[in-house]
Structures are given as structure tokens and as C-alpha cells.
């Protein structure tokens, strides 16, 4: 099971990126993960970072969608919201780019999963 961006930037009222339906998956999702928990299934979780410093490792998006530089480590709205945060053992994948699978080890990491499991 993918967890994408479930972030405080995303889910904190007045937050540059604050979006409404990401309050709302966030909700809906805390008992899922649960039960996806219980039952041993993968959980793979994605966010966000950048390089505060200079930004390099987010390329031409940050250029086009500026109101990402606020996702820099010492940044609260980088941190995983309440009920679904990765616990220990779960795979945590950083992206500097729209898509999960754009420049990460998301792809081989699901690969790599459905050998283990067949």
C-alpha cells in the first residue's frame, strides 16, 4: 500500500499548500492504516524534502511550482500528520519531482515487494 505525501504542509489550515481533500484522505485513512498494519501488509510512504540551501535537487518543477521550497527538513509542514506516519520498518521514500516513481526507488521497491510476497 502506497501513503503519498500525507504531510502537515498539505493538512495545516493557512499552510502555502493546504489542501482541503488531503485533510479529508489523512482522516479516512488512519484505520485503514491499521488494519493494513495488522495484517502485514506493505506499507511503502512517500514525501517530500529539498535541499534549503540551494534547491538543485528539485530541478525545473521548483521553478515552475515555487510554493514547494517551504518543504526544507527544518520545516514543520515536512512532517507526517497525526495516525499516519511510518512506524518503524516502513519504507520511506523521499521525491523532489510530481510523480513518486520520477527519480526514486519507488518502482524497484514495489518490484522488489512482489518477489518477496510470491
Known amino acids: 500500500m502506497l501513503v503519498i505525501d500525507f504531510m502537515?504542509?498539505?493538512t495545516t489550515e493557512g499552510a502555502p499548500l493546504f489542501a482541503s481533500g488531503v485533510v479529508d484522505a489523512v482522516s479516512e485513512s488512519r484505520e485503514l492504516?491499521?488494519?493494513?498494519?495488522?495484517?502485514?501488509?506493505?506499507?511503502?510512504?512517500?514525501?517530500?524534502?529539498?535541499?534549503s540551501v540551494n534547491?538543485?535537487?528539485?530541478?525545473?518543477?521548483?521553478?515552475?511550482?515555487?510554493?514547494?521550497?517551504c518543504l526544507v527538513e527544518v520545516n514543520p509542514f515536512t512532517a507526517s500528520c497525526d495516525g499516519v506516519s511510518?512506524?518503524?520498518g516502513e519504507t520511506v521514500i523521499i521525491k523532489n519531482y510530481a510523480s513518486a516513481f520520477f527519480g526514486t526507488s519507488l518502482s524497484s521497491s514495489l518490484v522488489a515487494n512482489l518477489k518477496?510476497?510470491?
Do not use: C, M
Request: glycine share 10%; charged share 25%.
Open 8 to 10: 502537515k504542509g498539505y
Open 33 to 51: 492504516l491499521q488494519v493494513v498494519r495488522k495484517v502485514g501488509i506493505t506499507l511503502i510512504h512517500t514525501t517530500v524534502r529539498y535541499n
Open 55 to 69: 534547491f538543485e535537487d528539485g530541478g525545473a518543477w521548483l521553478k515552475k511550482a515555487r510554493v514547494l521550497k
Open 86 to 88: 511510518p512506524i518503524e
Open 116 to 118: 518477496a510476497s510470491a
